[in-house]
């Protein structure tokens, strides 16, 4: 937890107090352990929120004017609630300016607001630094204008900020996971009727590791495109061969892929391939943590990122090394490349008490290999957003 005297300290000297309601609240990162790039194929998805976080404070206004600071940035912006247009520089602001303006779309009344805060979510590590922005500025906003947002209906509003206003066509699942998560529990999210239920993960004896290998992901968001749409091409076709009401690739069974995979180009069906066998992966994973299995669990993830790196091809050579090294490593029982690829982290499930040689290890063959110091997380599920302070 970050230090919150000083916190109040530095929001003393930028801001003059108001009287009115202020506030403390928080929201965490997230990694996803397993179900990769099934989310926009209506599948399904297991992250947990992570203790890496991000705390706002906040002050009500007697205006309509929004005034921000960003310690990561050591910048200041300001805006009017009555005119919210996403913004060219500074474009961490558009995260807060798209929750605001879908807090009012959905008709409740604001008023402004003076805010600081502070991240210890390391940024385009794919551990959802914008994500975490988002609800936690959808929090404070509720709870000083008294607000009462269910946390479902947070984290859509939180998604449509992120869609309409900041224009990336995201899921659901990490404003799910930063509202909803559990301490000692992950979350299973269905993507198509956005269900969710929390799986545990409560065995002491078995921790999770994210490392950083401080490649920033460069292709994403071309690549990203070009997968869903060779993913459409695919439903299309079971489409047209089933007969069926096939809405996406979520819809298709191992054995019917098996049966007509020859019929598609090379490259659609491994595309195909991953996201199939990714969502069987996802299910069989749920049913493995339910049993406590985690040596089942930690081999699904191995064979994801086998299926990401050969079939879905969004890996890269860093987070190959990094799941290489992992696997050699003793006291590992999974690893794999999370996030959309091409850079960002991999995720990793040890017995806790190889933790600290595993961290050694990793730290100085990856280094030698690349000249990268990589960064390295231990964590434990953890909870969603919460209110640290309300007065």
């Known amino acids: 937890m970050q230090d919150l005297n000083k916190l109040w300290k530095i929001f003393k000297d930028k801001f003059t107090d108001t009287g009115l309601t202020k506030g403390i609240f928080s929201a965490p990162g997230r990694v996803n352990l397993i179900g990769e ?14 203790e890496k976080e991000i705390v706002m404070l906040g002050q009500l206004r007697n205006d309509r004017r929004v005034r921000v600071f960003d310690f990561g940035y050591n910048t200041e912006i300001g805006f009017s609630l009555d005119k919210l247009i996403p913004l060219r520089k500074n474009t961490w602001a558009n995260y807060l300016m798209g929750v605001v303006d879908e807090i009012q779309k959905a008709e409740y009344i604001l008023q402004g607001a003076n805010l600081i805060f502070k991240s210890n979510i390391p940024r385009k590590a794919g551990l959802s630094s914008s994500a975490a922005l988002e609800v936690v500025t959808a929090l404070a906003i509720a709870e000083l204008n008294s607000l009462k947002i269910e946390p479902v209906k947070m984290a859509r509003l939180c998604q449509q900020a992120e869609n309409n206003f900041v224009g990336v066509a995201c899921g659901i699942m990490d404003q799910y996971v930063s509202c909803l998560g559990q301490k000692n529990y992950v979350l299973f999210i269905d993507c198509r009727s956005n269900n969710y239920e929390p799986v545990p993960f409560k065995d002491h004896n078995y921790q999770i590791v994210i490392c950083n290998s401080k490649i920033q992901r460069s292709l994403v968001n071309s690549e990203y495109n070009k997968r869903r749409e060779e993913c459409k091409i695919a439903t299309k076709f079971f489409k047209h061969k089933l007969n069926l009401e096939i809405r996406a690739l979520r819809d298709i069974t191992i ?58 091809e969004v890996s890269c050579a ?73 007065r």
């Open 318 to 390: 860093e987070l190959d090394l990094l799941v290489d090294l992992a696997l050699k490593q003793e006291g590992v029982l999974g690893a794999r490349m999370t996030g959309a690829g091409f850079g960002g982290c991999t995720v990793n499930l040890l017995e806790r008490d190889y933790v600290d040689t595993f961290k050694k290890s990793i730290k100085n063959e990856y280094k030698e290999i690349t000249g990268i110091n990589p960064d390295i997380y231990v964590t434990r599920p953890t909870e969603g957003a919460k209110v640290l302070e309300l």
């Open 37 to 50: 790039h099934t989310d926009y194929n209506d599948g399904f998805v297991l992250p947990m929120a992570i």
């Open 255 to 312: 054995d019917e892929y098996k049966k007509y995979q020859g019929q598609l180009p090379e490259v659609i069906a491994r595309r195909a391939k991953h996201v199939i066998s990714e969502n069987y992966r996802v299910q069989t994973g749920v049913e493995a943590l339910r049993e406590g299995n985690f040596l089942a669990f930690g081999q699904l993830m191995i064979e994801s990122h086998q299926s990401l790196k050969d079939d879905y």
